[in-house]
C-alpha cells in the first residue's frame, strides 16, 4: 500500500544459459558487443519514476561504482562497461534492486492543488498522523502530515496533473472511520515534479482510473460512498528523501523515514491559496489558471477550446 513501495532484489549471474527467467517489473540485460564492451539496458514495464540501485560483487578487467539510476522512460541504456585490457574478455556477478520514485526530486513546495472535490463543494479537514505508525509498526516522518476531508460529496477528483502509479479497488467494507489503512482502495498519482499523492477511502468498484493513465485536474478520480451520506477521503501529498540500498539489503519495504510529507497549498472560494488548517471548513474553487498550470501550450488550448 501507498506510501509503501516495493523494494526487489536481484543476485545476476554473467553468462547464465538455459535458465527460465522470471518476469519483472524492471528487467537489465548485459549485451556484449563485438569490442567486447558490454551495454546494461534496461526494461521498465510500469509507469513512472523509478530509482536503480546497482552493486557489483565480482568484476573482473573493468571498472565501475556503485551507482543509482533514475528510471523515466520505458527503456534506455543505463551505463557500459570497458574492459581494461581489449583482448580480454570482462566477467563479473552482480546484484540490482529498484523501488518506485525518485530520491529527493526537485519538489514545487508552492505549487496551489484543488480540493479533491467539485467546485463549490464544502468540505470539513482534520489532520491525520499516527494511524500508519500504528498499523504497520514504524517510526513516522517528523514531518508526517495527511488530510481527513469530511463531507456530503462523494465523487474525488483530482488535485493535480498527474501518472496513476498504483490503484486498490478489491475491499468490499472500507473501515468508515479510515483508521485501518491497509485495507483501503486507494488511488496514488505521480507528479511532474516528482512528489506524490494518494487519494485513500473509495468504495469498491468505485475507481474510475487504472495504472498508467494520465490525469488532469477536476478530473473525476472515483466514488467514497453515497451521495446521501456524510462521507470521508484521506489525503496525503509526499515524496522520497532517502534511501541507502547497501544498508537497506534484504529489506521488501522502504520504510515510512524515507519520505518527507508536504502541507499543499490548496485554492479555495475565500482565501485563495492557503493552508488547510485542522477542524476547519472550505469551500472548493476551480480555476482555468490551475487547472492548466502544468499543460503545454497545445494541451492547454485543446482544454480550454472544450470547455
Not at 65 to 79: A, E, I, N, V
Not at 268 to 293: F, K, M, N, P, R
Request: with cysteine.
Amino acid at each position: 500500500m501507498q506510501p509503501i513501495p516495493l523494494l526487489i532484489s536481484l543476485l545476476c549471474l554473467f553468462p547464465i544459459f538455459g535458465e527460465a527467467q522470471i518476469p519483472l517489473d524492471i528487467e537489465l540485460t548485459p549485451r556484449v558487443q563485438r569490442d567486447r564492451t558490454i551495454d546494461f539496458i534496461y526494461e521498465k514495464r510500469l509507469p513512472g519514476v523509478y530509482t536503480l540501485y546497482i552493486e557489483f560483487l565480482e568484476l573482473e578487467n573493468s571498472q565501475f561504482k556503485t551507482r543509482t539510476f533514475t528510471l523515466d522512460g520505458s527503456r534506455g541504456t543505463l551505463f557500459t562497461l570497458i574492459p581494461n585490457f581489449n583482448d580480454l574478455g570482462i566477467s563479473f556477478r552482480y546484484r540490482f534492486s529498484f523501488l518506485p520514485g525518485e530520491i529527493n526530486p526537485n519538489v514545487d513546495l508552492n505549487y496551489t492543488y484543488l480540493l479533491p472535490f467539485a467546485a463549490d463543494a464544502i468540505t470539513s479537514v482534520f489532520e491525520v498522523t499516527d494511524n500508519l505508525a500504528f498499523h504497520f509498526g514504524q517510526n513516522l516522518p517528523e514531518n508526517r502530515k495527511s488530510y481527513r476531508f469530511v463531507t456530503e460529496e462523494n465523487t474525488v477528483y483530482a488535485t493535480r496533473a498527474g501518472t496513476v502509479i498504483n490503484v486498490e479497488d478489491k475491499f468490499s467494507n472500507p473501515d468508515p472511520l479510515l483508521e485501518n489503512t491497509s485495507v483501503q482502495n486507494e488511488i496514488v498519482v505521480l507528479h511532474e515534479d516528482g512528489s506524490r499523492a494518494t487519494y485513500r477511502g473509495f468504495v469498491q468498484g468505485g475507481v474510475f482510473c487504472k495504472i498508467g493513465d494520465e490525469i488532469i485536474p477536476g478530473q473525476e478520480l472515483g466514488l467514497i460512498g453515497d451521495a446521501s451520506t456524510t462521507n470521508q477521503l484521506i489525503f496525503m501529498v509526499y515524496y522520497l528523501t532517502d534511501f541507502d540500498f547497501s544498508e537497506n539489503e534484504g529489506r521488501l519495504i522502504a520504510p515510512l523515514s524515507s519520505y518527507s510529507y508536504l502541507e499543499p497549498q490548496f485554492l479555495t472560494e475565500v482565501g485563495g491559496s492557503t493552508a488547510l488548517d485542522h477542524g476547519q471548513s472550505y469551500v472548493s474553487s476551480w480555476s482555468d489558471e490551475v487547472i492548466t498550470a502544468e499543460m503545454s501550450r497545445r494541451e492547454k488550448r485543446r482544454y480550454l477550446s472544450n470547455r
